[in-house]
Structures are given as C-alpha cells and as structure tokens.
C-alpha cells in the first residue's frame, strides 16, 4: 500500500471535508516539585506562608525589638499602644508585643507537640484495632467512651490534677485527642486490608508486619496528615482555652491564654490587652485550618468538591 | 422499632460505665501525687493525708470503684472539698444558667446554620456560595472567647444594645433573660454554625445529583418545595448526626463563654473549682456533662428513624 493512497483519494462532487476541529484539550502544564505543589494549592501556599512567619516570629521573638516578657514595671502601668509599647503594657505594667511575640512559642509549641504524639498513640492504636481482631473490640469500646467526654472537659479534669507546665498541658491535650485518631485510622485499616493487593501480600506469605509497614502505613499518610493539622489546630485552641481559665501554662510563662486571662479584669476599659492575643491566636489557627483544608483538597479530590 | 430503641439504650449502658471507669481513674492515671497537688504547695502533711483519705486514694482502687459507683447510681456524685456541700446541689444551682444558654445557641445554630447550608448548595459555586463557605472557614478558626470579646465590645459597650455580661433567670421574664442570652449563644453558635453550614452543604450536594430531584424539576415544582422538602429531607440523617456530634463542642465553649460574660453557671462552677483545685466539683461536672452527651447522641440515633422511614432496625 502506497502512502499517498489516503491523500489522493477523490472527493466526489457535492462532498467537502470537515475542516480540523479546534483542539478541546488544552495543553496541561505540569507543575512539578514543591513549588508546583504550592502553585496547584493556593491554600496550603498561603496557610503556609502565614504559618512560616509565624514560626520564624516563635523562634527569633528575643530579636524583634522585645523586651524581658516578663520584666515589671509598675509605673507603666496599662499604657495604651505607642511609639515605645507597640501593643501597649498590661496591668503589671509588662510589655504586651513582647509577651504576645514570646507566647507565639507556647501556642506552636503545644500544637505541634500534640499534632505529634496524638498521631503517633493514634496511629498505633488504630493498627492494633484494625489488624487484630480480638482487640478491636475492646479498644474500640473504650474510645467510645473516651469520646464521650467532652475534649475540653477531660483536659481540664487531667489539669486540675497535675501540676501547671506547658508538658502537662501537651498530656492533657494528647488523651483528649487521640480517640479520634484511632478511629480514623481504625477506619482506613479496615477497608485496606479488603484491598487486592492486600490479599496478594498475604497470599505470597508475607507476614503481617510487613504488610503493615509496605502496604497499610503508607496509605495512612494523607489522611493523617490532614487529621494532624486540625488536632493541631484544636489544641492550640484548647491550650489558650486552659490558659483562660487557669487551668493550662503557669501564670510565669507568657502564653496567649495567660495574656487573656490577665487582660481580662482590664478588657472592659483596656480592651488592647485581650485583642492581640485574641488576633494572634485566630491568624495562627486560621493558618494550620487553611494548610489543613488544603491538603485534603490536594490528596483526596473526592471529598473536595462537596466539603 | 420497640425492639430498636430498647437495643439502643442498653447499648448506651457499657458506654456510660466506661466513661464513669475513666472518670474515676483519672485520679490514679494523673502522673505525680494527685492528693499533694490538690492539697496545694502550702498544705502540710497532715492536710494532704486528709485529702488523700477524702478521695479514698488511702483504699485499693476497686473497692474505692465500687463503692463510688454505687454512690454515683444513687445520684451522689460526694462532697465539695471546698465548701463541703453535696456536688450535686451545686451542680443544680447552677443548672439553668448554662442549659438556657446552650438550647438558646442550639436553635439560634439550627434557624442560621440549615438555612446558609442549603443556599450555598443551591448556588454550589456562586459568590453567594464561595461568601458562605469563607464564613464557615474562618468561624471555624475563631475560638469562643475572641468572639465573645469583640461581640461584647462591638454591641454591648459601643452601641450599648445589650448588656455586657450577667444572667437573668427566666421566672423574671423572657424578654431580660434573652437579652442577657442572645450576645453569649452567638458566641457559642459561632463554631457551630460553622460546622453545620459545611455539613448542610455537602449532604445537599448529594442529595441534589439525585434522579428524584430532576423529577421533581421536571413536574414543575417550585425551588423552595424542592430544597427545603424533598432535598433536605433526604440530607438529614448527616445533619443531625453532626449536631449530636457538634454538642461536645457547646459544652466545652459554654466554660468558655460564662466566664467571658459572667454568667452563673457550670462553667463558672468549673473554672473556680479549678482555681480551689476543688477536684469532686469538677468531677462530678465531667462526668455529669459526659451523660448529658451520651444521651443527646442517644436521642439523635433515635431520632433517624423519625427522618428516614428507609431505617428499620
């Protein structure tokens, strides 16, 4: 067969050739490496700018033209914000841009802690509860149960029993959260294992270990990884909450609660004192809930569109 | 359906012992001694033995088990360290304050969250939409007190429209008792509004792709009809079971909000039994509180049979 046939055949009278339509499929550009990642999901790129500041703000607080956070100066007394006390000075007349820059390292501190442990217990649990039948349960019952109490109340119970210290506050936080960690992993778990790859590792005589760690645990990733930013941002909610009311971060340490808590006397006519802490605190959550919301969209698209 | 509902309280019943067990078991789970931190730094060794023997740390855990759980069957939840009266008297005398302000939040949630939830299906992708869901986001990222602060300041000390804190019992009348109310519900609801607009939402997508739906268009029924009877009707059983789920949230912020507004309450009861380190206060508020929870998720799952006559058990 020539290769001129098609080209040469003729076209019979009254007959024309469609001209080419316009191509539907634009050409996709693929965005590649980290920075395409943030360019695909604005969200995560902004929540994690804000975060970024955030942390840098927690970790350089001594040289952004702070002061001791904790120095007494009783003669300056609730100054309004100025030129010299940018957020003005509490009752104890302490410098509020400082301690509100210090209490940057509690908030992260405590979110990123319990993000860590509460994953970590979560994740353990959750294997167990979905690999060991037995087990399951039991476990299961209990967490149920804990669920049943209310986060903030079972924290301030452990509190009220242990002494005030930011790693007291990060136990208080961690049991509270867990339950509902395991239970989401529990829930991965189980509808892997129904998976066929699953069944062909068991069938080939791997044992269960292995299977856990190449097949299960990596497919547990995304959707921890999204439950880690919002455990995050509950405890630092939680942790300012505790602060509030005395029961979280000693008085000494300066943590956005605390800040709260001691404005609060004051917040009628210094209404200063509270809100920078409060708005600190909101763009911090607002940050780890963008970051959050974001990732879910990116790994798991079909919960995207509805939520 | 007798048989469902009798099953589902009995499962309730293993719930509710583990949640007392837990409870309970705090007091041994606590890493330190328990009864020295209560006793505070000042207390000398005799106060502290005292405390140790009143919350029966002196006792091997089971028979201390056993012998509270007893009491708590008997609606004896033991005595205040502080001020020696039963806990459940206190608890009692400041009941009201704090149930008032949660029915008030909850069907302040259900009148604004339903509404928003569904328009912003009905308009999925629409500024009106993208408005709502910015709204649900950033509520979602506001912690009780800071909207509690800027309400207070906005409403009650700039435009003086309501009072800036306090509580006015109902037996004097509705009107001042709303009025106390409607600044602190809205500052509770804030989350809860959040999460029920986004919950809505999304159970009215689905809903919405239905076949039913297009039928319902194409037989000519109007927008409304179609949304708030067949649509929402349909997107419930999700709904309510994230306003059961959603409660923990209001009894964990309604601490938050009597302190920021002064209202007498459990929560105020809480955060000065704190402050005394007066642990069978908090205690029997906990364990109270987590019964109260039990028991609305209770009701929701009894309530699904209600929505969807589909669920036969």
């Known amino acids: ?307 | 359906m007798a048989s469902y509902v009798l099953r589902r309280i009995l499962v309730t019943i293993p719930v509710m012992a583990i949640v007392a067990l837990f409870v309970f078991s705090l007091l041994y789970i606590a890493p330190g001694d328990p009864a020295a931190v209560i006793a505070g730094d000042q207390a000398s060794p005799a106060d502290v033995e005292r405390i140790r023997q009143s919350l029966g740390l002196d006792r091997p855990f089971l028979v201390q088990f056993g012998s509270w759980l007893w009491r708590i069957l008997h609606f004896d939840l033991g005595t205040s360290i502080f001020t020696n009266l039963p806990v459940t008297s206190m608890i009692a005398q400041r009941i009201e304050p704090t149930l008032s302000l949660m029915m008030l939040t909850l069907v302040l949630t259900l009148v604004i969250a339903v509404p928003l939830g569904v328009v912003a299906a009905w308009k999925a992708g629409s500024l009106i939409d993208r408005v709502i869901m910015a709204f649900a986001v950033s509520a979602f990222s506001l912690p009780v007190f800071v909207v509690g602060y800027v309400l207070a300041y906005v409403f009650a000390l700039e435009l003086e429209w309501f009072p800036v804190q306090g509580y006015t019992p109902i037996s004097q009348g509705f009107w001042p008792w709303l009025q106390n109310l409607i600044l602190p519900s809205i500052a509770l609801g804030c989350v809860y509004i959040a999460l029920i607009a986004r919950i809505t939402r999304a159970s009215m997508l689905e809903v919405l792709q239905q076949d039913y739906i297009r039928t319902a268009r194409a037989k000519g029924l109007g927008q409304r009809g179609i949304l708030f009877v067949h649509a929402l009707k349909n997107a419930a059983v999700p709904i309510v079971t994230v306003i059961g789920i959603g409660v923990a949230l209001l009894i964990g912020g309604a601490v938050v909000t009597e302190s920021v507004f002064a209202i007498p309450g459990l929560g105020r009861l809480t955060v000065d039994a704190i402050l005394r380190r007066d642990y069978p206060v908090i205690q029997g508020v906990v364990l109270m509180f987590s019964f109260l929870y039990t028991l609305v998720n209770l009701m929701v799952d009894l309530t699904y049979t209600l929505i969807d006559p589909r669920i036969r058990y």
Not at chain 1, 177 to 190: A, T
Not at chain 1, 245 to 260: E, H, K, L, Y
Not at chain 1, 274 to 300: C, E, I, K, Q, Y
């Open chain 1, 1 to 307: 067969m020539s290769a001129s046939t098609t080209s040469s055949v003729a076209i019979p009278p009254g007959l024309a050739i469609a001209k080419a339509l316009p191509d539907l499929m634009l050409p996709v550009k693929v965005r590649r490496g980290v920075i395409g990642f943030l360019r695909n999901n604005p969200t995560v790129a902004i929540g994690g700018a804000l975060l970024l500041t955030l942390v840098l703000i927690g970790i350089f607080a001594p040289y952004l033209w702070t002061v001791d956070p904790t120095a007494l100066a009783p003669a300056k007394r609730t100054r309004p914000p100025s030129a010299d006390y940018w957020f003005g000075t509490d009752a104890l007349g302490r410098d509020v841009y400082s301690r509100v820059l210090y209490g940057t390292r509690v908030s992260l501190t405590v979110g990123l802690s319990v993000a860590l442990l509460a994953t970590l217990a979560g994740l353990a649990i959750g294997l167990v509860s979905g690999f060991v039948r037995w087990a399951d349960g039991i476990v299961m019952r209990v967490m149920d149960g804990l669920m049943s109490i209310p986060p903030i109340l079972l924290a301030i119970a452990l509190m009220a029993l242990t002494r005030g210290s930011v790693g007291n506050v990060i136990m208080a936080i961690t049991v509270a959260e867990i339950p509902r960690v395991s239970r989401l992993v529990r829930g991965v778990v189980l509808s892997l294992r129904e998976q066929a790859y699953v069944d062909a590792a068991i069938a080939s005589g791997t044992r269960a270990p292995m299977i856990i760690l190449r097949h299960i645990l990596p497919n547990t990733m995304a959707p921890m990884l999204v439950q880690a930013t919002y455990v995050c941002a509950s405890a630092m909610i939680v942790e300012s909450i505790l602060s509030f009311i005395g029961a979280g971060t000693p008085p000494t340490i300066p943590s956005w609660g605390n800040i709260m808590a001691e404005g609060r006397a004051l917040w009628q006519v210094k209404p200063y004192i509270v809100f920078f802490p409060a708005a600190f605190l909101s763009v911090t959550v607002l940050a780890v809930n963008l970051v959050g919301d974001g990732l879910r969209d990116a790994l798991d698209p079909r919960m995207a569109k509805n939520l």
